[in-house]
């Protein structure tokens, strides 16, 4: 978190009773989140585990085991592996342009750098299949040289990069714009050159920032779901990703493997939450303050 | 920045900074590959529809049904999240308590967890013989594989909207405000509903907004619990993926390009409404 945990605390004693609420409808307030976030959030998660461990440890192991189940970790580390590095230089070079300069149509291209989060996953899968489809122009045209897009790694990727488009750039643009341009001018009239003053200078202001974007645009390439499945083709052992493998496996009623997959991609989880929490709290000055995702 | 003043034909102000041309070149080029020729083949697409015939496809009494369930059970859901949303923040900012650091990074795990294992851990609840279920079912509440389970699941994947949207707002709240109130005899739930509650509407209205666009296109988390009964309990992108599946392109077409002018009208409303706010309130939400 952001701020202090002991400073409303102490905020609180200070001007007494009349600004607070009485003990009674605290302790209800805290009671119904808690209950709520147990229901919503906690269940669900334990669920995962208690189901993925239902026939012991033996049969989970075996699980994971299986080489379909393999492929499919080693497909969603090879789409995220490709998808993460594009976005991430891609969202340098946009949050360069947008916090280090004026220049005219600046907040339409940030709009439309927001566009993906408000399209719908099957969507943004959905395009690609009328863009490079058997029925479309370039589809055809890309097959008759031995490209295959749809259901192979360039479709996946594509449909990844397009979710998960906005959130490098998101993180870093209100964080570079709120520290200025002073740094780097000091570093360029002082004679390093552009290389220079992005790696010694923008580069160490923005790191922490820049490993918070990745971080969420990580997780959400390896746990995208509708906009791969549409892409995908779903041929098993080749073009299925670690989600696509758990639906698959949960709709052939093989709740044990489905969800020992599943355990998976919620460590993938809560490792990120961990990892997100830790950067809040040791670097909160140097994450944009904005944390909508 | 620079104190030049700003000439009619210059795209952008002059700056020492070096890397312009390079930096908007990437992001255009990035942008206009693989987000806007895309999208707009989609629109060609469905504009090559001709209208009568996209208009038959957008009003079939299937697309109506699904569109209706997306929008209706999102709605619902974004207004639970908005209740739930309002307490949780408000808990977080104003009370301490043990394991208030936890509950406070657990509010992300929807972010964080793939959608569908959300969904079937969620159908693992609530299925008739799971373990929510097996206790709702005496009582003959059906919540899996109906409307109510659609929602359970949009609450899951929306809370985190109105929580992250009101929960700085509320952090910015200048006690004297409170303490003004109260010195001049209001009750605590009066200076609550009365002074702080309005004051927090551009952020929960963002945050409704937010979970309900997330809501309408969701996928990997409803389609698990959902039950997908046609005309009863089936989501507008599942049938996108139905239509795709049967090399149905035009109706596949047609749905979607409905469901994003839908959500470009929502994205402009919550600029709308964080233009108001700032106007009004003096920041965004």
Not at chain 2, 166 to 178: A, C, K, L, S, T
Request: aromatic letters at 12%.
């Amino acid at each position: 978190m952001a701020h202090d945990a002991s400073q409303p605390q102490q905020r609180l004693a200070r001007v007494g009773k009349a600004t607070t609420e009485k003990p009674a409808a605290r302790w209800a307030l805290i009671a119904i989140s808690l209950l709520f976030l147990l229901l919503m959030l906690f269940l669900p998660l334990t669920a995962v585990f208690v189901e993925a461990f239902r026939k012991g440890l033996f049969a989970f192991i075996e699980a994971l085991g299986d080489p379909e189940t393999f492929s499919a970790i080693r497909l969603t580390l090879i789409v995220a592996g490709i998808a993460v590095p594009l976005n991430l230089v891609f969202g340098i070079a946009a949050a360069w342009a947008i916090a280090k300069f004026e220049f005219k149509g600046k907040a339409f291209l940030t709009t439309l750098i927001d566009l993906p989060f408000s399209v719908s996953p099957v969507i943004s899968g959905l395009v690609f299949v009328l863009l490079f489809g058997s029925h479309s122009v370039l589809g055809p045209f890309l097959q008759s040289y031995g490209i295959k897009i749809l259901f192979a790694v360039p479709g996946l990727v594509l449909a990844t990069v397009f979710v998960t488009f906005p959130f490098v750039a998101r993180e870093l643009i209100p964080l570079m714009q709120e520290q200025g341009t002073a740094d780097e001018e000091a570093a360029l009239s002082l004679g390093a050159s552009g290389w220079q003053t992005f790696w010694y200078v923008t580069l160490p202001n923005i790191k922490w920032g820049l490993l918070y974007g990745v971080l969420l645009c990580n997780a959400r390439a390896m746990g995208e779901f509708g906009a791969v499945s549409v892409v995908s083709g779903h041929i098993r052992g080749q073009t299925n990703t670690m989600p696509l493998q758990v639906e698959i496996l949960y709709n052939e009623y093989n709740f044990v493997a489905a969800f020992a997959v599943a355990t998976l991609l919620a460590l993938l989880a809560l490792v990120t939450l961990v990892l997100k929490t830790l950067l809040e709290m040791r670097y909160s000055a140097e994450i944009a303050a904005s944390r909508r995702h | 920045m620079n104190t030049q003043t700003r000439k009619a034909w210059r795209i952008r102000q002059p700056s020492v900074i070096p890397g312009f041309g390079l930096a908007l070149g990437v992001t255009l080029f990035w942008l206009v590959l693989v987000i806007l020729i895309p999208l707009s083949g989609l629109l060609i697409r469905s504009s090559a529809l001709g209208s009568a015939n996209f208009w038959a496809l957008a009003t079939d009494p299937r697309t109506l049904n699904a569109l209706r369930v997306s929008f209706g059970t999102a709605f619902a859901a974004a207004l639970v999240n908005v209740i739930f949303g309002i307490v949780l923040a408000w808990v977080l900012v104003r009370y301490s308590f043990p394991g208030k650091r936890i509950i406070d990074a657990m509010v992300d795990l929807p972010f964080a967890l793939p959608t569908a294992v959300a969904g079937i851990a969620l159908t693992t609840l609530y299925a008739p013989n799971g373990w929510i279920g097996q206790w709702l079912t005496p009582l003959g509440i059906k919540v899996a594989f109906t409307p109510v389970g659609i929602t359970i699941a949009l609450i899951f994947i929306g809370l985190p909207f109105v929580v992250r949207t009101v929960q700085p707002i509320m952090e910015e709240i200048d006690r004297e405000v409170e303490e003004a109130a109260a010195t001049l005899g209001a009750t605590r739930f009066q200076t609550i509903s009365r002074v702080l509650l309005p004051g927090l509407t551009p952020a929960v209205l963002t945050g409704f907004a937010l979970a309900f666009a997330r809501g309408v296109g969701e996928y990997g988390s409803v389609i698990f619990i959902a039950g997908n009964l046609p005309y009863v309990s089936e989501i507008a992108p599942l049938l996108i993926v139905i239509r795709l599946e049967e090399f149905n392109y035009p109706a596949a077409t047609a749905i979607a390009a409905v469901m994003l002018l839908i959500s470009f009208m929502m994205l402009l409303v919550i600029n709308l409404i964080q233009s108001w706010s700032r106007r009004r309130y003096g920041y965004g939400a």
